[in-house]
T-cell receptor, first 115, second 109 residues
């Protein structure tokens, strides 16, 4: 158990809908990262938050947004869902903002299926 | 493009055998990390090797790093069925971390 929790574990929805994925980082970790993992794209970095502030953006679509709350939990919002958004979404946390030696601790993931 | 690329893409061995996975990367690094992912689960950090280290051990894991060839290898000795998973190398740090495509290891009992 990494100490990172994600809910829900599974999510099935229809195209055009909007969903919210939730992540609670390890106690004391200030950074939260969101990743998308699909069969054909591998693990893609979406966005990072550090202590409530957006720190870096990766391959995140405009239909997606995220935020980190004062209690450091984070939410990833996915809207106007398309079939291609079906994937595993992982949250990871680390103690610091991005040192090269930071180990990332991954949550169990949310499996999103868009029908 | 991926910074780290693992080789082979898939590996199938018998329990008790050793498994070797390789990772190549393109730019200079401060360190390289290896992660493991059981099917459909989150990645788990295995080991970090710094750019000034050539070899590191952790239990049945042995990692080597050759910065001149921009490559690293992960050796799992005396493999077990429970080692069946995907293994990823990662370079960079923080939001700059780039994961390779992974090697899928299957250990037959």
């Amino acid at each position: 158990d990494s100490g990172v929790t994600q809910t829900p574990k599974h999510l099935i929805t229809a195209t055009g809908q909007r969903v919210t994925l939730r992540c609670s980082p390890r106690s004391g970790d200030l950074s939260v990262y969101w990743y998308q993992q699909s069969l054909d794209q591998g693990l893609q970095f979406l966005i990072q938050y550090y202590n409530g502030e957006e720190r870096a953006k990766g391959n995140i679509l405009e239909r997606f947004s995220a935020q980190q709350f004062p209690d450091l939990h984070s939410e990833l919002n996915l809207s106007s869902l398309e079939l291609g958004d079906s994937a595993l979404y992982f949250c990871a946390s680390s103690p610091d903002s991005g040192r090269s030696t930071d180990t990332q601790y991954f949550g169990p993931g949310t499996r999103l299926t868009v029908l | 493009s991926q910074q780290g690329e693992e080789d082979p893409q898939a590996l199938s061995i018998q329990e008790g055998e050793n498994a070797t996975m390789n990772c190549s990367y393109k730019t200079s690094i401060n360190n390289l990390q290896w992660y493991r992912q059981n099917s459909g689960r989150g990645l788990v950090h295995l080991i970090l090797i710094r750019s000034n280290e050539r070899e590191k051990h952790s239990g049945r894991l042995r990692v080597t790093l050759d910065t001149s060839k921009k490559s690293s290898s992960l050796l799992i000795t005396a493999s077990r069925a429970a080692d069946t998973a995907s293994y990823f190398c990662a370079t960079g740090g923080g939001f700059k971390t780039i994961f390779g495509a992974g090697t899928r290891l299957f250990v037959k009992a």
